[in-house]
């Protein structure tokens, strides 16, 4: 795989692939699926070619197929007292590119889904203002906006792990993380529209559901990137994504991200409410605490191989894939290792790469069956390149929960199955 | 709007935004819907403060909210048939951006929804090749993979208008078209694998479904850019759109893209099939028929305000936004008329701008209140410009179905209503 350079052998020759197939009249057979079966047998499977199917006055509104039951959030019943207060993790190893469908999104409530009416709700900016204005939805919809993709990861993403493996599934230990297209008008419209008074420096977002979810987001984040979105991947968000208005804070940790949004505050100093406070801080080894992380840092993970989807075909031609993103700007780099972190080759970058959006890689591997340490690296825009685990408890050992940036290991078996470890 | 020059206003200064949104302890009010309510009033409507909602093991797969239970495809029940060989539109008054989502793509079939099990499911290479070959999903997950963002247009989209304007809605009259990001293995890769002899010119894909769908595809273009796509918007082709496996076929007419893709013909000249044949061509007013026209002609359509989505403000500042693709490149300009042509400004382009994609514009639009003529015109990065449907019928007469990318006009009338019309 490695020649020694770093550079994998990703040749696109034909020889490299055969074997993937079943070559007819031949005596290779590749997989287990079709051992044995003859052109004869497999035709004879193929009964939608004799039957109709549902007409399209069936389905207003489209499912997936229920082959694909399997492809559904999980929610960790142990992580939390209560889901109403809890998160259902994305199905990461399911998935590939770098849109998240809408109904797969990881979701993380404080007091469940509010199912808001959007005839009924409504924006008000107050404080530090020339005027407090109220909006219908009907009059941020007449404001210019803008659609951009952006990931959305949750601080506490990978946070179970900071101690040691312990989830066996990157749906669990990554899956606090979507990427959607988002439609949205500028905060910044928004806040000039009520006239931001010269001493303002901060801004409060606040949710309409049970929990009233508040954060302090600095004046100059709001007007730079900012969106109030009303849509994600071309429809209006789910009610678990903050229907019919949230805050997108692009490239910052998830929490800010105030869903159900119904109320702006301007001010000259940040509120350090509960949020901000007694939550996402990080207790240092110190007994210091890291405050206003807000910047996601640049992470990776493998999506494919990995615990819920193991290698079935043993050996050969194998895809691993993963994906990578920075609050910080675009992903310039991923390196891939086999033996866990010793050797290093540079991934496949494919797809769009967007400013703070995910991206995808592979790497197209002749696996020979023996078992890997699997490991992935991003680099960021800024240069800023993805830590080890050991190198970030070095810096604020063992008592975070948040902002767990480091490098994941799965061990892959030579019987093809994967687990979650460590190595040192 | 416009100052003779063509250019829009489009300044975002302050005061052009006044009046969009209720400022409290003032006067002014905007938009009926809350029209009379205090500060007092509105925080009593915000009930969802006051309950816990749905936890996080309530949604597996998630929905949208029951208050948009009216975006949903929709179908023609005059236009064909039976509902097993028709078509259900896009409601793309009801979206923004440029992604699609999966359950609101556009479905056409000839047979129904095949719903076909993917462990069943194969692939097969026949014809002039070196070996015929068979594939799995499991073999053909095992090659390199892209992920593409493209549209998808049928022929026949806007077909029904030829003769003149019909249809009240941009759902019905330019509902047959999606955007979604496929990830797939590109064509070529398969094909070399099976080994492509010397004199093949053409391949044949073939669906299967009861209409086993078949079309005629120049080698060419299958090496170029085709890709054989598992999965859309990230998770797995929907049964409506050939789950397990279709052939992607970037910026040509969607009935080339095979859902249900079980079977790839190699041959050395076009089949000449019925849906190439008897469909699908272009009779001329000569009595000779256009084929082959497989490339799909820069077109566009203003998706809001449109006849499913009219101007409840009735004046003031206004967003007209909608939709341009071209099937030979980037979109690289749209110009939007409101007096049905005479005079034309500018749209904002926005989003991604990726090739073969649909594209998003908008005109931020100051409504005196007076009727419009709307009309938009898409420019592509060839060069070519949209024409007018008149300068379509000079050309090709109206025997036609497919491949009418004329302007469209919508007629807003002052109390905000707008209908399909036609201007000369």
């Known amino acids: 795989m490695s020649d020694g350079t770093g550079k994998p052998k990703t ?16 005596a290779a057979i590749a997989g287990k699926a079709h051992a044995g079966e003859g052109e004869a047998a497999i035709l004879e499977k193929k009964d939608w070619n004799q039957y109709l199917g549902d007409g399209v006055d069936a389905r207003p ?19 939390t007292a209560d889901p109403v207060s809890s998160v259902n993790f994305t199905p990461l190893h399911d998935l590939d590119g770098i849109i998240t469908p809408n109904g797969l999104c990881f ?15 409504r924006l008000m900016i107050n404080g530090l203002v020339d005027k407090q204005m109220v909006f219908t939805m009907a009059d941020i919809m007449r404001f210019p906006r803008e659609n951009r993709v952006y990931f959305l990861e949750c601080a506490a993403n990978s946070g179970m792990e900071w101690r040691g493996a312990q ?22 419209l928004l806040l000039e529209e009520a006239g931001v008074k010269t001493n303002a420096k901060w801004i409060m977002p606040e949710g309409a559901d049970a929990s009233a979810m508040t954060r302090s987001v ?32 692009p490239g910052w940790e998830g929490n800010m991200w105030v869903k159900w949004l119904r109320r702006l ?13 007694s939550k996402y801080t990080d207790l240092l080894e110190n007994g210091k605490a890291r405050r206003f992380t807000w910047e996601m840092d640049a992470k990776s993970v493998i999506t494919n191989p990995s615990p819920q989807a193991p290698l079935l075909h043993k050996k050969g031609q194998t895809v691993i894939t993963g994906i990578a993103w920075s609050g910080r700007g675009t992903i310039d780099r991923v390196d891939v290792s086999i033996d866990g972190g ?29 078992p890997l340490l699997l490991q992935s690296r991003a680099m960021d825009s800024t240069g800023y390149v993805q830590p080890t685990k050991d190198q970030l408890r070095a810096e604020r050992g063992t008592n975070s929960i948040y902002h767990n940036n480091g490098i994941q290991t799965w061990h892959v078996k030579a019987n093809g199955e994967v687990e979650n470890v460590e190595v040192s």
């Open 167 to 188: 989830l066996n599934g990157c749906q669990f230990t990554h899956g606090m993380i979507h990427n959607v297209m988002y439609t949205g008008v500028p905060l910044k």
């Open 265 to 277: 505050e301007v001010g000259d100093e940040p509120w350090h409410h509960r949020e901000e406070t």
């Open 107 to 121: 979701e993380r409530h404080h007091a469940g889904i509010a199912e808001v009416d959007p005839a009924q709700h």
């Open 342 to 370: 010793r050797n290093w080759m540079p991934a496949r970058l494919d797809g769009p790469s967007l400013d703070k959006s995910m991206h995808r890689f592979y790497v197209d591997f002749d696996w020979d069956g023996s």
């Open 61 to 79: 509104y489209g499912h997936p197929s229920e082959f694909e039951k399997s492809v559904v959030r999980r929610n960790v019943a142990w992580l």
């Open 11 to 26: 040749t696109t020759s034909r020889r490299r692939f055969l074997g993937a197939g079943l070559a007819l009249g031949g």
């Open 218 to 249: 600095p004046l100059q984040k709001a007007m730079e990137d900012c969106l109030v979105a009303f849509k994600m991947n071309g429809e209006a968000l789910r009610p678990e994504q903050g229907y019919p208005l949230r805050l997108v804070v």
